[in-house]
């Protein structure tokens, strides 16, 4: 998250100090509000360009972009509802690891998972079926008693 202070403390002092604490920028105050936009503008553009690629990944033929909230499989864009998308993402994160039922339910729904709660396997059911079968079979292995896979590089049947 980019930081710009506007304060009334215009001191060298002040300023190293607010710049040494994290912020990206730093204007005192009497400003000049088209300066203020400038800064703003100068500030998102330097943090967009080392997000965007640094948040985009791709797992197999499975690309994501977190901060646009779009997963494309090869180059066809993938459309999944928003549990759907943080769902795979939480996956994928982990791929070739397992994650459990109970992660994945607080991870992608916000909420504990109850006894004869079912709701995760129905969107992993949807997920599933929007991804399709890679070549070598599904992409999220269910296992037995601990949770979902997703596999991460193509395992022969």
Request: hydrophobic residues 40%; without cysteine; aromatic residues 6%.
């Amino acid at each position: 998250m980019p930081v710009l202070i506007l304060t009334a403390r215009g001191e060298d002092v002040e300023r190293i100090l607010g710049l040494e604490i994290g912020a990206d920028d730093y204007l005192p105050k009497p400003f000049n509000p088209r300066e203020l936009i400038a800064r703003i503008r100068a500030i998102l553009r330097r943090s967009n360009r080392s997000t965007v690629a640094a948040n985009r990944f791709t797992v197999g033929d499975i690309r994501l972009d977190p901060a646009a909230r779009e997963a494309w499989i090869n180059e066809t864009p993938l459309e999944l509802t928003s549990v759907e998308f943080t769902l795979l993402e939480t996956l994928m994160q982990d791929a070739g690891r397992i994650v459990t039922r109970e992660h994945l339910t607080e991870t992608v729904l916000g909420r504990k998972l109850g006894p004869f709660d079912r709701v995760i396997d129905v969107h992993v059911s949807n997920v599933r079926k929007k991804l399709g079968l890679a070549q070598s079979g599904e992409r999220i292995k269910a296992v037995r008693g601990s949770g979902y896979l997703f596999v991460a590089r193509s395992e022969p049947k």
